[in-house]
């Protein structure tokens, strides 16, 4: 039977995109389609806006995905005229039971509303791949999503408690209402906090999920009762999905949450802990010369930027040092 085709491109493989099923030939495959004209672009991103919001619904029955294609294909009409090539993607709206559905584009951040089996209307948001986006939930906490991370949270809080769900990784600035508990929950673990800062990190595809506590305090637990540890700030808690052990471990809790904002914390470093720092993040081999001496420390940030070498450079305003760079390895000394 020949493959239907979508613009020369195939459903399987669209589909298999979607899903992250992709061999590589077939990611060049889609890129290349893809990058054909500002039309494939515009439609491939559509598609996946309805791949992900039609996963997060579980309760969809028959007449409620009618009336959710038909509104959604009225949205889509009026989006762009009248988009025969993408009503033809109908296979994937039937896991889809939306009841309005926003498209929020500037920002590179999405927004959908859609129903959860009751009465309480939620909201997701998803960040583009490669963006860090921040988002204000109803109560005003703050929460930053890293790399695909995807957010779902009622439009509003109930009275007595503060639930969310989120697959990826996030930092949350939680807004403190000790009457009102906040739970992060993940296909593996679950947060609880009452106001406090924190990164969590559960993505499907990591055979370990994380909770590093920089402010307040947590409840850390496995959704299968693996434990129940409360963090204090400069501890994290990780779970290993597979033997479902929970271990807590004493770390620079702030460097964890560092890709939120992009600035690197140091409090009264000397020049080996920054440097081993340095290593963690830009995977490069640091030697010092032994005439480096330990006797100082410096405090402050230091912004981080795409290359070590623009970090070397602005390190030298604080530190005298001189560097070479050497492939992958980088030797420094005093000046």
């Known amino acids: 039977m020949k493959e239907k085709k979508m613009n020369n491109l195939s ?26 004209s500002e039309e494939n672009a515009r439609q491939l991103f559509r598609m996946e806006e309805i791949y992900h919001l039609g996963k997060f619904d579980q ?3 028959g007449p409620r995905m009618l009336r959710a294609e038909k509104r959604l294909y009225k949205k889509l009409d009026e989006e762009k005229g009248k988009q025969n090539k993408i009503l033809r993607m109908h296979r994937w709206m039937k896991y889809a039971a939306v009841i309005a559905i926003i498209f929020s ?19 997701v948001a ?36 503060r639930n969310v769900h989120l ?17 992060v929950q993940s296909d593996a673990m679950r947060v609880r906090v009452l106001g406090t ?3 969590f990190k559960c993505d499907k595809r990591c055979r370990v999920a994380e909770a590093t506590l920089i402010e307040g305090e947590i409840e850390v637990k496995g959704n299968k009762e693996e434990g129940q540890i409360i963090l204090t700030p ?36 000397d020049i080996f802990t920054i440097t081993r720092t340095l290593e963690r993040f830009y995977d490069v081999k640091i030697i010092l010369s032994p005439d480096m001496k330990p006797d100082k420390t410096y405090s ?24 070479k760079i050497v492939g992958n390895n980088i030797f420094i000394s005093p000046k």
């Open 11 to 36: 459903e399987d493989i669209i589909n298999r995109y979607l899903t992250g099923q992709c061999s590589e030939e077939e990611l060049i495959e889609v890129n290349a389609w893809m990058k054909e």
């Open 105 to 123: 584009i500037s920002g590179g951040i999405g927004y959908w509303f859609y129903h959860n089996g009751t009465d309480q209307q939620m909201m």
């Open 234 to 269: 400069g501890q994290r808690a990780e779970l290993n999905k597979s033997n479902g052990r929970l271990t807590v471990k004493q770390v620079d809790a702030k460097l964890d949450a560092v890709w939120h904002d992009n600035l690197i914390p140091f409090q009264k470093a």
């Open 167 to 183: 697959e990826g990784e996030a930092y949350f600035e939680v807004t403190k209402n000790r009457h009102k508990p906040f739970t």
């Open 59 to 61: 309760y969809a029955d």
């Open 126 to 161: 998803v960040a583009n791949e490669g963006i860090v986006k921040e988002v204000v939930l109803p109560d005003g906490t703050k929460v930053w999503l890293n790399n695909s991370a995807t957010l779902k949270y009622p439009r509003e809080f109930s009275e007595k408690e």
């Open 300 to 323: 402050g940030v230091l912004k981080r930027k795409s290359d070590i070498e623009s970090v070397l450079k602005s390190l030298q305003n604080s530190i005298p040092i001189d560097y």
């Open 197 to 199: 800062t924190f990164n």
